[in-house]
């Protein structure tokens, strides 16, 4: 990542960052970024894409940098398929199932609302409900790595069970797709309760993460404006530049728009032998942004 160039009459910040501003909050409006090269692998279907899922508290947005595909996506309305081309900005909010399909080469930058809880399980996919019944078989199929006394598989790779996990998800999709053509959006009632029931648990966990991050972030808005409508400049004094290093964070299993697992192994990224440091997301490949590891520029 580069950095600013000072010319001669640069002079240091008068006073240091706003320190009640959370270092997970430093990205704007406390939203995740990420890059995500979608999954060219194939599906129970036929079709190329990553694995479907839904969040249950954060909205997700695409704005499609290169290639072309679709997104498929279960809700309310039905079933549906939006097309994605260069250029295309998409969003969905909680509760959307979705699913992307990868017609060739699609790049997506992608935005999540309420960064901290799609890193930290704001995302459930969809199995088949006898998995999604297990939270042990849930835990299981979801994870990249052999849980706790699971015994690992020879010769198995993080993106072999990645692969699988994709498959599961889509042909769980699949009967759900199925079941909503035949009865309407009724059908998803089943996966929706077994959803919550999963991640239940952690609602406090989230509502700790969102209370510190976007919503301290939209407060210190407010702030800003009282101070505005009463001139006062505390604020803008701590005025600074901020950057994030592309990286890949420790293994977490999380979802698309955080900080997702990550695999070290060569190849895969076009340059023969070149290690290849993306993270395996639900959907693709990821190149991620942790707001965390956000450093002062300038």
């Known amino acids: 990542m580069s950095r600013p160039q000072r010319d001669e009459h640069s002079v240091p910040s008068p006073a240091p960052a706003d320190a009640r501003v959370p270092a997970g909050a430093a990205f704007p409006g406390a939203t995740g970024l990420t890059v995500l090269d979608v999954y060219d692998w194939t599906a129970p279907d036929g079709l190329r894409g990553g694995s479907a899922h839904v969040h249950l508290a954060s909205a997700e947005g695409y704005l499609v940098l290169s290639g072309a595909g679709s997104l498929q996506t279960l809700s309310e309305r039905g079933y549906a398929a939006t097309p994605l081309r260069p250029g295309d900005c998409v969003w969905f909010t909680p509760g959307t199932i979705h699913r992307l399909v990868n017609d060739g080469g699609l790049r997506l930058a992608i935005v999540m609302q309420n960064a901290g809880l799609p890193e930290h399980g704001d995302a459930v996919l969809t199995f088949a409900p006898d998995i999604l019944a297990d939270p042990g078989r849930y835990a299981r199929a979801a994870s990249l790595d052999p849980l706790p006394g699971e015994p690992a598989v020879a010769g198995q790779t993080r993106a072999d069970r990645a692969r699988r996990r994709a498959s599961l998800a889509v042909a769980g999709y699949l009967q759900l797709r199925a079941q909503v053509a035949e009865r309407g ?80 192994a060569p190849g895969g990224n076009g340059d023969a032998g070149t290690p290849d440091t993306r993270a395996y997301g639900m959907c693709g490949r990821l190149t991620t942004y942790p707001a965390a590891r956000a450093a002062r520029l300038a």
């Open 185 to 264: 959006p009724g059908a998803l009632e089943r996966f929706y309760a077994q959803a919550l029931r999963l991640v239940a648990g952690r609602a406090p966990e989230w509502r700790e993460r969102w209370q510190a991050g976007a919503r301290r972030t939209a407060e210190l808005t407010g702030e800003h404006l009282d101070n505005i409508a009463a001139e006062v400049s505390g604020h803008l004094a701590s005025a600074g530049v901020w950057g994030i290093a592309a990286s890949v964070p420790p293994d977490s299993g999380a979802a698309e728009g955080g900080n997702t697992p990550g695999d070290n």
